[in-house]
């Protein structure tokens, strides 16, 4: 490159969380990281809970699976567009907790109702 200079940099030791890409210098501030982690289970968060889901709102409601599976259709075919289904296109993607059944706002550690999600 220009110059012929040599970067200048400095090798350093960091720390990585095992659960996410979280990388920290200090291995002290990992380990008290990586404890309650979201993606770690042991901090009994709602990213490695059995109760995050995933669902469509339509005006503050839950999709049913009908209107569900019709939005899917009209999706891959839009010929299906009618004036009757046209409003699931309205419809909003929001992470729902089935056993509260709340929208999470914001995700939580050390549920009481937590339990883990298996593979
Ligand atoms: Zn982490």
Known sequence: MCGGKKDKMKQIKAFKCEYCKKVLL???GMSRHEK????NPISHSCIT???LSDEYF??????????Y???????DDEKMINKDNEYLFDCENKVYCTIKKVVLEKLKTQCNLYEIKKN
């Open 26 to 28: 200090s291995r002290n």
């Open 36 to 39: 309650q982690c979201y993606y």
């Open 49 to 51: 809970c059995l109760h």
């Open 58 to 67: 339509y005006k503050g409601r839950i999709l049913t699976d009908e209107e």
């Open 69 to 75: 599976f019709t939005r899917e259709e009209i999706f």
